[in-house]
């Protein structure tokens, strides 16, 4: 697969639900840890050759805990002027390190290309 253009901001969903058909309670949630990278995610290789640099920086991260009959969602996302990360739940917000945001929760990555303006 190749890309013609990379976008400036990239957002990958996370396959975190597996169903299977003609089974009774077929359906489960996916657990297991996705070591996604937070800096430096390099997608030049799926890039047309001459688009220049393609690398992303994570900015936030949607988790999910619960199953498929019902769950809880929060984020983590990093202040763009500090670099500082945050965890929101709710009504509570709190830092947190960079290496708190890859858990099993994770659901939805959003990268910003480090070329791109905010």
């Known amino acids: ?4 253009r990379a976008p ?9 639900f597996s169903h299977q058909r003609n089974v009774m309670f077929g359906s ?3 657990n297991d840890l996705i070591n996604f990278p937070v800096q430096g995610l390099d997608m030049s290789s799926y890039v047309r050759a001459g688009q220049g640099e393609c690398v992303y920086d ?10 498929l ?7 983590f996302a990093q202040n763009p002027y500090y670099k500082r990360w945050f ?9 947190v390190s960079e290496s708190d945001v890859v ?10 290309k ?3 303006a905010f």
């Not at 697969?1 to 013609?4: A, F, L, Q």
């Not at 009959?69 to 984020?75: E, I, P, Q």
């Not at 929101?88 to 917000?93: A, I, L, N």
């Open 69 to 75: 009959n019902g769950g809880h969602y929060t984020a």
């Open 103 to 112: 858990t099993k929760a994770a659901y939805v990555l959003f990268y910003k």
């Open 8 to 16: 400036d901001y990239l957002i990958v969903h996370l396959k975190r």
């Open 28 to 30: 489960r949630k996916i």
């Open 1 to 4: 697969m190749e890309v013609y």
């Open 87 to 95: 965890n929101f739940d709710d009504t509570d917000v709190e830092r």
């Open 114 to 116: 480090r070329t791109a």
């Open 58 to 67: 994570l900015y936030a991260v949607s988790n999910h805990f619960g199953s």
